[in-house]
């Protein structure tokens, strides 16, 4: 069974960094594309960053470019969401999601696996 789970967030002041983690399991951590997704009050669910084992590639929403960093440690079977400089509007439940089917694929956007989420939440 394909799990994920998040972790990593809290309570900061604008300005501040945060490092969220997606453990997974369940599938060998080696062609899956793992996509971070957020979710604010009252709004919809809209992917953030994304990254495909298979060549390294990284995606960004543009509210997000040059702030956040996503990265994998094949080792730990983790991928990891850097966030720097956060502000108020980042405040959300952070999700990861995985596609570790044959031909996994940021673009394609077929999610296997969700994880149960993570509160991020920015102070002014």
């Known amino acids: 069974e394909v799990q994920l789970v998040e972790s990593g967030g809290d309570l900061v002041q604008a300005g501040g960094s945060l490092r969220l983690s997606c453990a997974a399991s369940g599938f060998t951590f080696d062609d899956y594309a793992i996509g971070w997704f957020r979710q604010a009050p009252g709004k919809e669910r809209k992917e953030i960053s994304c990254i495909n084992s298979k060549d390294g590639n990284t995606y960004y929403v543009d509210s997000v470019k040059g702030r956040f960093t996503i990265s994998s440690d094949n080792a730990k079977n983790t991928v990891y969401l850097q966030m720097n400089n956060l502000k108020p509007e980042d405040t959300a439940i952070y999700y990861c999601?995985?596609?570790?089917?044959?031909?996994?694929?940021?673009?394609?956007?077929?999610?296997?696996?969700w994880g149960q989420g993570t509160q991020v939440t920015v102070s002014s």
């Open positions: 999601a995985g596609d570790v089917s044959v031909g996994s694929s940021c673009r394609r956007g077929a999610w296997d696996a």
